[in-house]
């Protein structure tokens, strides 16, 4: 026999039982979620872990035997959230619905099993004569009329036909009655009941065989509604819902739109403070933005968690490299080896922060997945700035309040506004008579500088900070510095589709496409061959567009003037649908969380725009210019 102690209470067990066991003997419970004894004892899910004084680590109970004076605290705070944690991961596998599965479930069955006082709807289906009510047909010797004689002598009996009909048929409107939005009744070929013609007689129908009757009883406004559907106006009236129907045929034609300037400094202020997120969002849809930020109408989500979401652990993971690598040196002085170890425990203090309460073997593998593939990333990065004379000058660098620099002001709007942000880096480069910055922004997904969202206000937002930063750049950079473009930087090792007999060359061919970098770069000579050495003939700018000093300066003004606009259009309170489209073959109304609100089957105006190539684009800026269509 072994002694132990859990939470405080001695327990004497044999030698072979485990931890859950020897807790459950005391009536202590320990949370299970994969155990089940002689079946599943392996601790796969690590609900049931618990603190053994003397162990560095949690152990799960299940599969870990009592030992002579064994120490175990089974409810310390370490053991809770080392729980919750392993809980949100395996919740993190599936999509659970928010709505309790019992709340969406259809229930089918006869009327009188059926319990659906608190159902929505409510279908019947085959209301023919002697099925909806039944037909009972005599029971036993006596009469209706005999039962009755009999029941005057105190002689009571089982019901006869009549009370059975009387039964059924209360039973049947209780049912009926106790839908909270709508009933369907559906007659199928045969004759239609009694029951069938009277509800289609109290609801205007004709009340033939193949008619499909449909009428809501939940209330007059949900009736209203449905009538105002049909266009029966008369028969709401007539059921005591004429107003209700009156009112919504009054509003057929309503329109979202013209939000009074009381309304709309009662949902974002008499400022607005604007992300590059949000001008994203109006300019895209102006009911969207209204929903998501006016509102703030929260979408519905199914509940999963990404406690290890890939793009903010490498965020992260790269700011503090690139940190670290400057204190040292730069990445001239230090060496892709260094880098990489820097990188490698930058990792890992990531890991203990985030997940110090969890020893999972599920964590474990997907660090060890997420650090092959910033290896990768990690040496691209080197050589970029190995090689390069750009030099990272700050990390993380912030607009707004608190930020490193004041907010990015936006003139010439109807209404005051003011935008925030964070560059992920800045580097610089001392030129041979100025220096000069660029804008660097990681990107872990398909984003890209795209030149035909940028004349519709999408993906301003490397632009408007290379511009804002060159206008308050002395505050930052302690000298006067210009900017020599936006660069969007591919933070996440490349898919390479090759075929099993692809040799190297064009395996490398296929690399190194997919490292090449987006953006927007000024065409000049020696920036680019300080960003890029010709001797190096890498590339991985030949896919960034460029432009000259005179352009940018256009592009400046272009910018902040569809700013500008966009801060109108918030101010105009016009609220409609009017999606931003690409082409055909995506419609971003499918995936809103707020389709149901605006149903852009029917309401939305969509604006549907082809891809550009640089001459039009630039075509556009300078028209904008000449229009007078830019910031002052």
């Given at each position: 026999m072994v002694t132990l102690t859990i939470d405080g209470h001695a327990v004497t067990v044999p030698e072979d039982t485990t931890i859950l066991e020897a807790a459950r003997s005391i009536h202590i419970e320990i949370?299970?979620?994969?155990?089940?004894?002689?079946?599943?004892?392996?601790?796969?899910?690590?609900?049931?872990t618990v603190e053994v004084e003397g162990q560095p680590r949690l152990v799960p109970a299940c599969d870990n035997v009592v030992s002579r004076g064994m120490v175990v605290h089974t409810n310390s705070p370490r053991v809770r959230e080392a729980r919750r944690v392993n809980l949100r991961l395996l919740l993190s596998q599936y999509d659970v619905g928010t709505i309790p599965p019992v709340l969406d479930a259809v229930q089918m069955g006869p009327i009188s099993a059926l319990r659906c006082h608190e159902a929505g709807h409510l279908l019947v289906l085959g209301a023919g004569e002697g099925s909806f009510p039944g037909y009972s047909g005599s029971k036993g010797v006596l009469?209706?009329?005999?039962?009755?004689?009999?029941?005057?002598?105190?002689?009571?009996?089982?019901?006869?036909?009549?009370?059975?009909?009387?039964?059924?048929?209360?039973?049947?409107?209780?049912?009926?009655?106790?839908?909270?939005?709508s009933v369907r009744v559906y007659c199928s070929d045969e004759q239609p009941s009694y029951l069938?013609?009277?509800?289609s007689e109290l609801c205007g129908g004709p009340g033939k065989a193949d008619v499909q009757l449909e009428f809501a009883m939940a209330g007059k406004r949900e009736a209203g509604a449905w009538f105002a559907q049909q266009r029966l106006p008369e028969l709401a009236e007539a059921l005591g819902a004429g107003k209700s129907c009156a009112e919504i045929l009054s509003r057929q034609d309503y329109r979202l739109g013209g939000l009074q300037r009381s309304t709309l400094e009662g949902l974002y202020g008499r400022e607005l403070r604007l992300s590059a997120s949000q001008v994203d969002t109006q300019a895209e849809c102006r009911l969207l933005y209204f929903l998501k930020y006016g509102l703030k109408a929260k979408e519905r989500k199914p509940a999963q968690v990404d406690p290890a979401e890939f793009g903010i652990f490498v965020h992260a993971v790269l700011e503090d490299t690139v940190r670290c690598v400057r204190r040292q040196g730069g990445f001239h002085a230090v060496s892709l080896e260094e880098t990489q170890c820097i990188a490698r425990e930058s990792a890992e203090r990531y890991r203990k922060e985030r997940f110090s309460a969890l020893e999972s073997a599920r964590v474990q593998t997907m660090m060890t997945r997420n650090q092959r593939e910033l290896t990768m990333i990690v040496e691209e990065l080197w050589r970029e700035l190995h090689e390069g004379q750009f030099q990272p000058v700050g990390e993380e660098v912030s607009f707004g309040e608190d930020g490193t620099l004041p907010w990015i002001q936006i003139p010439g709007a109807s209404m005051k506004a003011a935008l925030q942000g964070k560059i992920d880096?800045?580097?610089?480069?001392?030129?041979?008579?100025?220096?000069?910055?660029?804008?660097?922004?990681?990107?872990?997904?398909?984003?890209?500088?795209?030149?035909?969202?940028?004349?519709?206000?999408?993906?301003?937002?490397?632009l408007l900070y290379l511009f804002a930063l060159e206008q308050s750049g002395d505050a930052f950079f302690g000298t006067r510095c210009y900017p020599a473009g936006v660069e969007y930087f591919p933070a996440r090792a490349p898919y390479l589709p090759v075929?099993?007999?692809?040799?190297?060359?064009?395996?490398?061919?296929?690399?190194?496409?997919?490292?090449q970098r987006s953006g927007m770069l000024l065409n000049d000579g020696k920036i680019l061959e300080a960003m890029e050495p010709e001797d190096v003939k890498k590339k991985v700018l030949q896919d960034a567009f460029r432009a000259d000093r005179a352009q940018l300066r256009k592009l400046e003004s272009y910018v902040f003037g569809l700013l500008t606009d966009t801060v109108n259009d918030i101010a105009s309170g016009d609220v409609t649908p009017d999606p931003y489209t690409r082409g055909t073959s995506f419609d971003p109304c499918t995936f809103c969380p707020y389709g149901a609100v605006c149903h852009p089957e029917q309401n939305a105006r969509r604006r549907n725009f082809e891809k550009i190539d640089e001459k039009r684009f630039w075509e556009t800026v300078e028209t904008a210019e000449k229009e007078g269509k830019h910031h002052g």
């Open positions: 949370p299970t979620l994969c155990y089940l004894k002689g079946i599943n004892e392996i601790g796969a899910c690590r609900i049931c009469t209706d009329q005999e039962r009755m004689a009999l029941r005057k002598l105190d002689v009571h009996l089982t019901g006869g036909g009549e009370e059975g009909i009387q039964e059924e048929f209360a039973e049947i409107y209780g049912v009926l009655c106790g839908a909270e939005r069938f013609s009277r509800l880096r800045v580097d610089a480069w001392q030129g041979p008579g100025s220096p000069y910055f660029r804008v660097v922004d990681y990107k872990t997904g398909q984003k890209a500088l795209d030149l035909c969202d940028v004349t519709q206000g999408v993906g301003l937002q490397m075929k099993g007999d692809a040799d190297g060359s064009e395996l490398q061919k296929k690399r190194h496409k997919a490292w």
